[in-house]
């Protein structure tokens, strides 16, 4: 086998074979000794058909059983032997035909993992945000929870409130026409969720029991169904009962159902915790402006396999944190298609930022030891409240011993260029300003 390597880009390699006619009459034999032994053919005990008739009968199938033979046989062999860092499968783009007594040629091309030589990481000009706690953020997280452990009860006012939830009956019309679809009885509705038609849950607010009132709207005209979308029309509305929501004291009972036993335990408990989220926040975004600068200095082609298998991976993270919490994609409108067009950007920008800093790794000779691999693992146990023999079992192959050393090293290699950079500490944001940069504007 003779075998030609050939750059066609910083990410793709072409491979040209030539196979050995004698290693293409041996193939063609044993395919043929493979179909003849199931056969049939009029006039011929299976097993004993001549190959010369079996390639009158069986030469299509022949051919494409020695033409995956002689690639499988030798394309991997070809990787190996030069040493190319393939990424996703090849693609056949020319071959000749399979032919008794001569050479079989073939060309195939293969994207490559890059060749990165990462360049201007030092003396990187960073803006770190200040961590300033905020002294409402417990008070908020403790109505959270309350507005959590509410109960709905029947109200004792008589009139409806923003908030409440109601029962209602409700039949909708079109002029003098009722239409389709717009009556409901016993229906409960929370007045404020924005579940209704535009303006019809505010003409609620102030209702009182047993009044019967017509509640007038118009129909978006993006409305789902179109002899609907932009008309006018009138809701004959009864109020039947009025729920409100009833939050419980804060007091030590309360705390008491979150595992602690005084009221003072759990604010304290909360201040870490939030005091510990926020300070993770303000390190991710410093590591993903530090990542950003990195590629800005060293701007890569991505390989589409490699952007395909970084896709695939965040689409399998979401699925997961969903599925936890009782939900699916699905339920926000997000598929494989439009999730990957979405996040492509976001994945190239993974990738690239991983290749840089395994590159960067590589040039300064940071390494994870097994000192740190077994304090990464009690790390990883204590956080997920997990026995530390359990993790460590889980640990134990070695595709998942070496991602975990490949993950110590790249904190490793971050720690050492955020120790090399000139960081800047700078006030906070504001919501605002946090919310304005949300929506793009």
Do not use: W
Not at 203 to 222: A, C
């Amino acid at each position: 086998m003779n075998v030609k390597v050939e750059a066609v880009s910083s990410i793709k390699k072409k491979l040209i074979f030539e196979v050995a006619s004698e290693q293409v009459d041996k193939e063609i034999r044993k395919a043929f000794q493979k179909i003849g032994k199931k056969a049939k053919i009029k006039g011929f005990r299976a097993g004993k058909v001549p190959e010369s008739v079996l390639e009158k009968y069986y030469g299509g199938q022949m051919e494409q059983d020695v033409l995956t033979s002689l690639i499988n046989a030798t394309y991997f062999k070809a990787l190996q032997e030069h040493d190319i860092p393939a990424v996703g499968e090849p693609s056949i783009v020319e071959s000749s035909g399979i032919s008794k007594g001569e050479a079989f040629t073939y060309e195939a091309e293969v994207e490559i993992k890059p060749e990165v030589t990462a360049r201007d990481y030092t003396n990187l000009s960073l803006e770190k945000e200040k961590f300033v706690p905020d002294p409402k953020a417990v008070e908020g997280r403790l109505e959270e929870m309350r507005a959590s452990r509410s109960q709905v009860e029947v109200s004792g006012r008589q009139d409806a409130r923003h908030g409440d939830s109601v029962i209602i009956d409700f039949k909708g019309f079109i002029g003098e026409d009722a239409f389709a679809g717009g009556e409901g009885e016993d229906y409960l509705l929370e007045l404020g969720s924005g579940s209704f038609i535009p303006g019809f849950e505010e003409q609620l607010v102030g209702m009182q029991r047993d009044e019967i009132k017509d509640v007038e709207v118009t129909f978006p005209e993006d409305y789902g169904q179109e002899e609907l979308a932009g008309k006018p029309a009138v809701f004959k509305v009864v109020m039947k009962e009025i729920k409100e929501k009833v939050v419980p004291e804060l007091d030590d009972e309360f705390a008491k159902g979150f595992g602690v036993d005084t009221l003072d335990e759990l604010k304290e408990q909360l201040q870490t915790s939030y005091e510990l989220q926020e300070t993770n926040r303000v390190e991710n975004d410093l590591r993903e402006k530090l990542v950003s600068k990195l590629i800005e200095n060293n701007p890569l082609e991505i390989p589409e396999a490699m952007i395909a298998r970084q896709l695939d991976y965040m689409y399998d993270n979401i699925t997961n944190r969903m599925q936890s919490q009782g939900m699916s994609p699905e339920m926000l409108g997000i598929t494989p298609e439009n999730f990957r067009e979405n996040y492509r950007k976001t994945a190239i920008e993974q990738v690239s930022g991983n290749l840089i800093l395994e590159a960067i790794g590589r040039q300064e000779n940071i390494v994870a030891d097994e000192s740190e691999i077994d304090a990464k693992l009690e790390e990883i146990a204590a956080m997920a409240n997990a026995p530390i023999d359990m993790v460590k079992k889980y640990y134990a192959s070695s595709e998942a011993r070496n991602g975990l050393m490949a993950q110590i090293a790249e904190e490793k290699v971050v720690g050492f260029l955020l120790e090399n950079a000139k960081v800047k500490e700078v006030a906070p944001k504001k919501k605002s300003e946090d919310k304005a940069e949300e929506e793009g504007i």
